[in-house]
């Protein structure tokens, strides 16, 4: 049955981890768009891995999804809507470049998989803590 949402709950347990996941969205893109490294990415690696010619375009779209996914995670809306494109770039990330790195970022190996499945499952995480119903509610 529906229980008034507590937003002191809310608050204490998904604040921290959308706001984490925000800002790690928010460096992985924005200095990225201001540097040029965007349109390397979408020239040097997606217009080469057969996204030519919109490997910029993609390049860009992603970069852009992930400052939207951040924003609505910030503000606490939208969230399962925002996050569904930042969960298939980061399932794709892993299928394209980091599998075949192995799992270790550092360490053991290098640019592994390991970030992006721990991104996977915050962002999951954050995206089925609330109630269908109501997005700020939290299961009691």
């Not at 939207?68 to 969230?79: C, R």
């Not at 360490?107 to 592994?112: I, K, W, Y």
């Amino acid at each position: 049955h529906y229980h008034e949402p507590n937003p002191m709950r809310l608050f204490n347990h998904l604040l921290p981890l959308r706001l984490a996941i925000a800002v790690i969205l928010l460096m992985h893109s924005v200095p990225g768009m201001f540097d040029g490294s965007v349109n390397g990415f979408g020239e040097g690696y997606l217009d080469h891995v057969g996204f030519a010619p919109f490997g910029v375009a993609l390049a860009w779209v992603i970069k852009l999804s992930h400052v939207v996914n951040a924003v609505f995670l910030i503000l606490g809306k939208y969230m399962k809507l925002s996050s569904v494109p930042t969960l298939l770039i980061l399932v794709a990330g892993i299928v394209m470049i980091h599998f075949q790195e192995g799992w270790f970022v550092v360490g053991g190996g290098r640019n592994g998989m390991e970030f992006n499945f721990l991104l996977i499952v915050a962002l999951v995480t954050v995206m089925f803590s609330g109630s269908s119903r109501d997005p700020a509610q939290v299961p009691s």
